[in-house]
């Protein structure tokens, strides 16, 4: 364990270390900065227990044990709050902090750079873990976009009954699930990544989907993020217009048509 780096965000200051190799930011500066009174209260609400650790954190009164949250820990804090500055933080996240970090793809001390010269299967692990942390960004960022709008729609979404998953919707059509990711992903609205579905940028924002995360432990001994995504009644709307502008009804409307003609 060892200090990694200090940064500044609207005049405050985010102190970061390095544990095991993974980025830890202090929770006292994260809530802080975004605005929240209650520190303690803030992180008790909104971060997961599996996110958080104590930490030797120096200060100028001397070492202190301080709570510091993963990078998943903040995304979701920052996806849970709807302070202001949350937004901007998250930008400056992403902008400033994690390309600064993330400068070599990889945490990389001068031990483990000894490590990777020296033997190719580090290189191979290091590539995995990188690969499955952006993917896990990339999900992250997708559940902040969509739990971004208010509060009330939030909860009004979380109580909803009329969550739907692809399946029941590709079977409106008499196609397979496998059948309509492949033409969502072809008319651009989804894309693959780490052998999950995540919508392109430009349709995250419009409240048409719903995911939730779960970690699923593998024999390797790692543990891998999955998202089960369902889609709101205004996705379903959303997929019924994109599909008829490409001549594609559901089978209901088909029936209908044929049985005038």
């Not at 104590?54 to 949250?69: A, F, L, N, Y």
């Amino acid at each position: 364990m060892n200090s990694l780096q200090i940064f500044n965000f609207q005049q405050n200051t985010i102190r970061t270390v390095l544990i095991d190799g993974e980025l830890y930011f202090v929770g006292k500066d994260v809530v802080e900065s975004i605005g929240y009174a209650n520190t303690t209260d803030a992180l008790r609400v909104h971060v997961k227990e599996k996110y958080k650790r104590g930490s030797r954190i120096t200060t100028p009164s001397g070492k202190q044990e301080m709570v510091v949250i993963s990078q998943s820990g903040v995304f979701q804090l920052l996806g849970e709050s709807h302070l202001p500055l949350a937004d901007k933080f998250q930008d400056w996240l992403y902008e400033e902090v994690l390309p600064s970090i993330n400068k070599h793809g990889a945490y990389l001390t001068d031990a483990k750079v000894e490590e990777v010269l020296s033997d190719p299967d580090t290189i191979i692990r290091l590539a995995t873990q990188v690969k499955q942390e952006r993917a896990e960004k990339l999900i992250l960022s997708q559940q902040v976009a969509e739990s971004r709008p208010k509060a009330d729609y939030y909860d009004k979404i979380m109580k909803s009954k009329s969550l739907v998953t692809i399946s029941q919707i590709a079977e409106d059509y008499g196609w397979s699930a496998q059948k309509m990711n492949a033409k969502l992903y072809e008319l651009r609205v989804q894309h693959k990544v780490g052998g999950q579905w995540l919508l392109y940028s430009k349709h995250k924002n419009h409240g048409y989907t719903f995911s939730e995360t779960q970690d699923i432990s593998q024999r390797v001994g790692q543990d891998k993020v999955v998202m089960n995504t369902k889609w709101t009644q205004k996705g379903r709307v959303f997929i019924y217009n994109l599909l008829k502008n490409e001549g594609i009804l559901p089978s209901i409307e088909r029936e209908t048509e044929a049985a005038i003609l």
